[in-house]
């Protein structure tokens, strides 16, 4: 995941006209790399969303986003079959079906015209590798059957936060129920430098799955600014030294905490739940 990147056409066709799109819940913005022509940012209502390298597959330019792949390349699920709560334009689903040829992805959005648009601006392959489903990302994960996936990757955001329903503790048994097992959950935590978020996330992630781990950079698990924090939860533990010395090599180095650590860093922060009905 640390190499260099190859940058130029290598011969793919034109992409997409950068600009500013409507969309379903807002806006879309397509941004063109400087230092590559093929290389797009997306944001959606003027947050980075997505990047895509429509030359390169397994490029991933967001650095949480190699984080993940790390996290499942080193478990090998196998058959990679991966939930993407928050679609977008699908960078990991893209990633991980080039360098797992024969993977099936499902990647659920909101937005129904983000979802149109990305298909045609990028030129995602085709089911059954990757179906992109418009809806709830919760109520799509509560109608999904026993063990109909090895990998559930939690990445939505309204604005910089996580919905409050994809949070909780009632949720994420929702999440086991769908889970393989020997499956993995990963959640991109956005959070300030209090942590305070995070450690709760890990708190209600740990009172579902046995095993806990967390991946960020060390300034970020030191509270020094905000950032991401990966989340995962797994009924094997997950980590080991080939993953360490992955995850420091990259040009954001990270650690990983095994579970023992992770469950220390959540001590004591309270399990997010659903609001009583009222």
């Known amino acids: ?32 790399d400087r230092d590559n022509t093929l290389g797009y940012l997306l944001l959606v209502n ?7 390298d429509l030359a390169d597959p397994s490029w991933l330019d967001f650095e949480y986003m190699r984080w993940i792949a790390s996290v499942i390349q080193d478990r090998k699920p196998d058959p990679l079959r991966v939930l993407h ?15 797992r040829p024969g993977s099936q992805h499902l990647a659920v959005d909101t937005d129904a015209e983000l979802a149109r648009l990305v298909r045609v601006w990028f030129d995602l392959p085709k089911a059954p590798a990757l179906r992109i489903r418009v809806g709830d990302a919760r109520a ?4 999904l059957p026993d063990g109909a996936h090895t990998v559930v990757v939690r990445d939505v955001f309204a604005g910089a936060v996580t919905p409050l ?16 097992a ?6 991109n935590c956005g959070d300030a430098p209090d942590l305070r978020l995070a450690r709760s996330e890990a708190a209600t992630v740990g009172s579902v799955f046995e095993h806990l781990a967390i991946v960020a950079d ?17 009924d094997a533990a997950v980590g080991g030294p080939a993953l360490a010395r992955e995850l420091l090599g990259g040009a954001v180095p990270a650690q990983v905490w095994d579970d023992r650590r992770s469950r220390e860093f959540a001590k004591g922060a309270p399990v997010l739940t659903d609001p009583a009905p009222l």
């Open 1 to 32: 995941m640390g190499r260099q990147r190859d940058r130029g056409g290598r011969g793919a066709t034109a992409g997409p006209t950068p600009g500013v799109y409507p969309i379903d819940s807002g806006t879309a913005e397509l941004v063109q």
């Open 46 to 52: 003027g947050v980075q969303s997505s990047h895509i």
């Open 85 to 99: 709560l928050g679609a977008a334009a699908c960078s990991l689903a893209r990633y991980l079906i080039t360098v």
């Open 140 to 143: 799509v994960t509560e109608s």
């Open 165 to 180: 329903p994809l949070t909780t503790v009632e949720f994420t048994r929702h999440v086991r129920r769908v889970l393989r």
């Open 182 to 187: 020997g499956g993995l959950y990963i959640l």
């Open 218 to 234: 060390p300034p970020m698990l030191k509270g020094r600014r905000r950032g991401n924090v990966i989340i995962i939860g797994a």
